[in-house]
């Protein structure tokens, strides 16, 4: 049903916003994609306020949760730089989220809510750019987005280590079934990813792959 309601919303909105002028394009994507950012922030607030936040699992340091905070960025500016990094990284990251979600709630709570409002969220503002835009994605975004995922692993192992966390899954797998599981122990399961993560930034770029070459030969 989110997947439903996701495919829905998205269509009516870009339906919608394709007739419009830039002015309403980029303020009705920028004001709807701070619904993210503030979703992590209301979700810190509540923890710090009823004492149940803990730094190992609730500061905005998974990727989804970073991307939260530059997509609306992204569409203020209307980046295309950013843009190309963040198509990889939410399609090819949050798509496996919304696959295989980590979720121990049900319908109609809260956590189940916020979940799928931020992942799905990311995935619609995401196809914004693409579809109303028509930004498409490059050779030079699909190696920029790989760079950039492993400066966030580099980071990510540090810091984990000094908090005791688990941020970007680095340090072990999901507790819920995932893909991870079929790919061995720690550190094999991180290696198996990176191979997997190119693999599936190439399916993305693939659709894109012949008018990339007309651009080239222009």
Same mark, same amino acid.
């Given at each position: +049903?989110?997947?439903?309601?996701?495919?829905?919303?998205?269509?009516?909105?870009?339906?919608?916003?394709? @007739?419009?002028?830039? =002015?309403?394009? =980029?303020?009705?994507?920028?004001?709807?994609?701070?619904?993210?950012?503030?979703? !992590?922030?209301?979700?810190?607030? =509540?923890?710090? !306020?009823?004492?149940?936040?803990?730094?190992?699992?609730?500061?905005?340091?998974?990727?989804? @949760?970073?991307?939260?905070?530059?997509?609306?960025? +992204?569409?203020?500016?209307?980046?295309? *730089?950013?843009?190309?990094?963040?198509?990889?990284?939410?399609?090819?990251?949050?798509?496996?989220?919304? !696959?295989?979600?980590?979720?121990?709630?049900?319908?109609?709570?809260? *956590?189940?809510?916020?979940?799928?409002?931020?992942?799905?969220?990311?995935?619609? +503002?995401?196809?914004?750019?693409?579809?109303?835009?028509?930004?498409? *994605?490059?050779? @030079?975004?699909?190696?920029?987005?790989?760079?950039?995922?492993?400066?966030?692993?580099?980071?990510?192992?540090?810091?984990?280590?000094?908090?005791?966390?688990?941020?970007?899954?680095?340090?072990?797998?999901?507790?819920?079934?995932?893909?991870?599981?079929?790919?061995?122990?720690? *550190?094999?399961?991180?290696?198996?990813?990176?191979?997997? +993560?190119?693999?599936?930034?190439?399916?993305?770029?693939?659709?894109?792959?012949? @008018?990339?070459?007309?651009?080239?030969?222009?």
């Amino acid at each position: +049903m989110p997947l439903v309601v996701l495919a829905v919303t998205g269509f009516l909105w870009f339906r919608w916003a394709s @007739r419009q002028g830039i =002015r309403v394009q =980029r303020c009705s994507s920028f004001y709807l994609s701070l619904i993210l950012p503030l979703l !992590i922030v209301i979700d810190m607030m =509540r923890g710090w !306020i009823d004492g149940s936040f803990q730094v190992d699992t609730d500061l905005p340091l998974h990727m989804c @949760r970073l991307a939260a905070f530059v997509v609306p960025i +992204m569409l203020l500016q209307k980046s295309r *730089p950013i843009f190309g990094v963040l198509y990889f990284w939410i399609l090819a990251g949050t798509l496996q989220a919304i !696959i295989t979600p980590d979720l121990s709630e049900g319908f109609p709570t809260y *956590p189940y809510v916020r979940y799928w409002l931020l992942h799905a969220g990311l995935v619609v +503002m995401i196809c914004f750019p693409l579809v109303v835009y028509r930004f498409r *994605p490059t050779w @030079r975004d699909l190696w920029n987005a790989v760079w950039t995922a492993q400066i966030y692993l580099l980071l990510s192992l540090p810091i984990n280590s000094w908090l005791g966390s688990n941020y970007g899954y680095t340090m072990y797998k999901p507790p819920v079934a995932s893909i991870a599981d079929l790919m061995g122990p720690w *550190p094999w399961y991180i290696l198996a990813g990176e191979v997997i +993560m190119i693999v599936l930034f190439l399916l993305l770029l693939l659709p894109f792959l012949g @008018r990339i070459r007309q651009l080239e030969s222009a």
